[in-house]
């Protein structure tokens, strides 16, 4: 199995920054696809943003040009750089790992934008 640890989230003013990242550990394959997915109370979960090993970064509509995803594969690690917040993204946010035969999914960071 793989286990992911995600840490980043916290309060911030409407127009702040904020960097997550998401650590995984375990049984993990040189080719895998890492990425984001937020939801909040009022909202189904929603894909935010993905990079396969090898592939180039694919973002939903909602926050291109505003958040980044890049990966450090050597320390099997994923961030999230979000600029340009919005109170709209507040949301749990969850890294989610998967390869040709499994996925797994952290516990989440909570992110709240707010003034």
């Known amino acids: 199995q793989v286990h992911l640890v995600e840490s980043g989230g916290g309060l911030v003013q409407p127009g702040g920054s904020l960097r997550l990242s998401c650590a995984a550990s375990?049984?993990?394959?040189?080719?895998?696809?890492m990425g984001w997915y937020r939801q909040d109370p009022e909202k189904p979960r929603e894909w935010v943003a993905s990079?396969?090993?090898?592939?180039?970064?694919r973002y939903a509509d909602s926050v291109r040009g505003r958040f980044t995803i890049s990966r450090d594969n050597a320390k099997n690690t994923v961030y999230l750089q979000m600029n340009n917040l919005k109170p709209e993204d507040t949301a749990l946010y969850y890294c989610?790992?998967?390869?040709?035969?499994?996925?797994?999914w952290g516990q989440g960071t909570q992110v709240t934008v707010s003034s």
């Open positions: 990079m396969a090993t090898g592939a180039t970064a």
């Open positions: 989610r790992y998967s390869d040709s035969w499994y996925h797994y």
């Open positions: 375990g049984d993990i394959r040189s080719n895998n696809d």
